[in-house]
């Protein structure tokens, strides 16, 4: 179907959209920012993309995309890297508001050991390709940047909770339930073994990806307030 890659942005974005009136987080008035931390923060991400698609470390399905591209990129592929860091910082201001009276200092230690111990467990699975080395070196960046912090203490529990909706949408795009995958993998440029269908390398992407938009939603809004 060539909707299929189309259809699970939008259907990510639904309940992000629909929740943000309730009474209580009011997302709504953060749209902007967080729709330009997306912006700003999928610039060097479709960079990235861009160039893994070209050199063949990662394409895309054909029979799953409606085959509008932008560059060598699905508009798909495009609009990911916008409506996923909205949805999930959607997810970060729902738990600003409900632990706002918890430090959750234990958990923070926790997560900043679990992330560097992830990164050299993939690392010895097996032969490391370029897509493993690259989340290494970016994850480790962004947890720096991160762990500097002082007023971000909410961020690792919003990236654990994200992880929910990820596994959901991630295994759906690598042939979860689809006869082929909708995003495909060269296994030269990865490490061996998945779980379920999901690249091992992918958690670190995902944590790239979101806790960086989280960062740079946070110092907008502060700014703008």
């Known amino acids: 179907m060539k909707w299929t890659?189309?259809?699970i942005d939008f259907a990510t974005l639904f309940f992000p959209i629909v929740l943000s009136f309730e009474s209580k987080v009011h997302y709504f008035k953060s749209w902007k920012n967080a729709f330009l931390s997306?912006?700003?923060i999928a610039i060097p991400f479709l960079i990235w993309d861009s160039l893994f698609t070209e050199w063949?470390?990662?394409g895309f399905n054909e029979d799953y995309i409606t085959g509008i591209k932008v560059f060598n990129l699905p508009i798909e592929e495009i609009l990911f890297f916008i409506i996923i860091p909205f949805a999930c910082t959607f997810i970060y201001e729902v738990v600003?508001?409900?632990f706002r009276k918890y430090q959750l200092t234990l958990l923070n230690r926790i997560f900043f050991f679990a992330i560097p111990l992830y990164?050299?467990?993939i690392s010895t699975f097996g032969e490391t390709g370029y897509y493993t080395l690259s989340v290494i070196i970016t994850s480790s960046i962004v947890l720096s940047w991160l762990i500097l912090q002082k007023d971000y203490s909410k961020i690792p529990l919003a990236f654990?909770?994200?992880l929910l909706p990820f596994f959901i949408m991630n295994g759906v795009l690598t042939?979860?339930?689809t006869d082929e995958p909708v995003v495909w993998?060269?296994?030269?440029?990865k490490v061996a073994g998945r779980i379920g269908t999901i690249p091992y390398e992918d958690i670190l992407y995902s944590f790239t990806l979101l806790v960086s938009n989280m960062l740079l939603f946070e110092f907008i809004q502060k700014r703008s307030a």
Do not use: H, V
């Not at 993998?185 to 440029?189: K, L």
């Open 160 to 162: 654990i909770i994200s």
């Open 175 to 177: 042939g979860a339930i």
């Open 56 to 58: 063949g470390f990662w």
């Open 185 to 189: 993998y060269n296994e030269a440029q």
């Open 119 to 121: 990164a050299i467990l």
């Open 5 to 7: 890659y189309f259809f």
């Open 96 to 98: 600003k508001y409900y």
């Open 38 to 40: 997306a912006l700003i």
